[in-house]
């Protein structure tokens, strides 16, 4: 796991073996996981998401505690996938970084939760996975326009954006902040902070460690 910009968020880059019959990777490995973020994903929830291209969804997030962290890996296709500090006091607020998933080369990105998440489909049929921490709950469910100058997100320029009437609709993030919407940096922090409480182990796999035989697959 390799530690983005943006505080809470990692992008897992996996080795990839190719043979004569295709090719094998681990995608997730949640002691990996649990040793960069100091605890594992509890997973609740599982999404797929098939987009056409020049999609764009988000930019979401989840109210904290206990918001929603995600897992998310393009299996088909590619996207530009991008991690937003929405968190109100944090000394990175609105950094953003993009990362290009798609697959070749399989990587995987890691939001904790009270970061926003969006991407853009960079190709027809582009397939997404995201797991999730907890399940969807509209009552929590927050969102902020993706295309706020303020943010000044680097889209691709020669990709026109589609946005669903609710992302299109969505507040500005000044907006949001003066409506209460987004998520607190200390009350994350906190919220981090009991989940570390609980430790990363996992039994009977090290991090770093491959839990297969590549030959065996």
């Known amino acids: 796991m390799r530690r983005l910009s ?40 599982a999404n797929f998401s098939r987009s056409r291209r020049g999609t764009l969804r988000g930019i979401h997030f989840a109210d904290v505690p206990p918001g929603q962290a995600k897992y998310v890996k393009c299996v088909r296709g590619a996207v530009l996938d991008v991690i937003v500090d929405v968190r109100t006091g944090s000394p990175t607020y609105k950094r953003w970084e993009a990362v290009r998933l798609d697959d070749t080369d399989h ?80 009350e994350c922090e906190a919220y981090y902070a009991r989940l570390r409480a609980d430790g990363p182990a996992v039994p009977g796999i090290r991090a770093g460690e491959p839990s297969f035989s590549p030959a065996g697959r």
């Open 107 to 186: 990587r995987a990105v890691y939001l904790a939760e009270g970061l926003g998440h969006g991407f853009m489909a960079l190709t027809d049929d582009a397939c997404v996975l995201y797991l999730c921490s907890e399940g969807y709950a509209p009552e929590r469910e927050r969102g902020v326009d993706p295309l706020d100058p303020d943010l000044g997100i680097e889209w691709p320029a020669d990709i026109a954006p589609l946005l669903s009437p609710k992302d299109a609709s969505a507040p500005k993030l000044a907006e949001a902040g003066e409506r209460g919407l987004l998520p607190s940096y200390a």
């Open 6 to 45: 943006v505080p809470g968020a990692w992008v897992h880059e996996p080795t990839v073996f190719p043979d004569d019959r295709g090719s094998f990777h681990e995608w997730f490995r949640a002691a990996d996981l649990g040793a960069a973020a100091g605890h594992t994903l509890g997973l609740a929830q």
